[in-house]
T-cell receptor
Framework: ETGVTQTPRHLVMGMTNKKSLKCEQH?????MYWYKQSAKKPLELMFV???????ENNSVPSRFSPECPNSSHLFLHLHTLQPEDSALYLC?????????????FGPGTRLTVL | KNEVEQSPQNLTAQEGEFITINCSYS?????LHWLQQHPGGGIVSLFM???GKKKHGRLIATINIQEKHSSLHITASHPRDSAVYIC????????????FGTGTRLTIIP
């Protein structure tokens, strides 16, 4: 048990659907991250939040919309996705501002866009 | 060319063998991470190191800052070690943005 949970674990959606991914951490961290992992490609950072403020948007298309209502919860709202957005979406958390501090990952949501 | 390169991409070995996975990076770093990803996707942080060597059980990680190279070793490998091993570079001047390698898929055969 990593202390970082993600729901749902699997999601299949059509291109016109709207869905949300949820991440919750119980580690007392104040930095949270969304990553995308596509087949045969390195993990790609999407968004970083520090103390609920977005500090990094790695040129992510607007069809992905993050929300961080508090330091323990992070959402990724999905709208009009494309089949190439099918991937494993991973959430992570860490202590912020410490550069290389260990990040703790959730189990991921396997997303399939039809 | 990726800023973080791993080799080999795939490695199959017999149970008990000594395993080495390599990571080379071209960016300045404050630390290097080794991560383990099991089938199903969950990622576990194994090591974070900025110099020298760290050991945890059968796992050993080393880093040579001058050569910009790190290695992950597994002694007395076991089928449960089968996973994807990923190295990630944490950049200088402290921010949270890691640069990841593409991973090494390790399979240990009983």
């Amino acid at each position: 048990e990593t202390g970082v949970t993600q729901t749902p674990r699997h999601l299949v959606m059509g291109m016109t659907n709207k869905k949300s991914l949820k991440c919750e951490q119980h580690l007392g961290h104040n930095a949270m991250y969304w990553y995308k992992q596509s087949a045969k490609k390195p993990l790609e950072l999407m968004f970083v939040y520090n103390f609920k403020e977005q500090t990094e948007n790695n040129s992510v298309p607007s069809r992905f919309s993050p929300e961080c209502p508090n330091s323990s919860h992070l959402f990724l709202h999905l709208h009009t996705l494309q089949p190439e957005d099918s991937a494993l979406y991973l959430c992570a958390s860490s202590h912020p501002g410490q550069g290389a501090d260990t990040q703790y990952f959730g189990p991921g949501t396997r997303l399939t866009v039809l | 060319k990726n800023e973080v390169e791993q080799s080999p991409q795939n490695l199959t070995a017999q149970e008990g063998e000594f395993i080495t996975i390599n990571c080379s990076y071209s960016v300045g770093i404050s630390a290097l991470h080794w991560l383990q990803q099991h089938p199903g996707g969950g990622i576990v942080s194994l090591f974070m190191l900025s110099s020298g060597k760290k050991k945890h059980g059968r796992l050993i990680a080393t880093i040579n800052i001058q050569e910009k190279h790190s290695s992950l070793h597994i002694t007395a490998s076991h089928p449960r070690d089968s996973a994807v091993y990923i190295c990630a570079a944490a950049p200088n001047f402290g921010n949270e943005k890691l640069t990841f390698g593409t991973g090494t898929r390790l399979t240990i055969i009983p």
